[in-house]
């Protein structure tokens, strides 16, 4: 049973979860440390069906219990799970059940993640590796950045209309 007692599945205003409702839930319910740990069973074991083998680590009950093993691991070893996860498309798989999870939230968040990574009909959208480095490189644009020349004039105005 969920320790979360908020809407639990009812949309608050305008029939949309407020961002403040999906972070207690997932706050509460442990979904990062959930997500975190099937990712990292995975990672060791690499098994050939990614989705169904992601499922069944995330149905697992006693999941949040397994205890983490800290294998220091080679780069060679680091760049196979990285590789296993971009052939399998990890990223997208999980980005659509977590985005499901967060408009419907279930009582049982744990079950709901297996169920939505089990559903064949996850809309999944390939992850643009190009796509996402040229939004990371861009800078931000200030609002209202005075020219610096602008700056260096004030001084200059000031002690001419005190000479």
Known sequence: MSAWAGTNGAPAKGGKHTVKDVDAYFNINDVK?????????????????????????????????IQSTKKSTTRQEAQQASDYFAANQAEAVLSAALSRLAANLPPNPQAALAEYVRDPQLPIQPVDKAEKADKAEKPKADKAEKPKAEKADKPAAAAAAAA
């Open 33 to 65: 440390k959930l997500v975190h740990r099937a990712v990292n069973v995975l990672a060791l074991e690499r098994p050939a069906d990614f989705r169904a083998a992601l499922a069944a680590t995330l149905a697992k009950p006693d999941l949040l219990s």
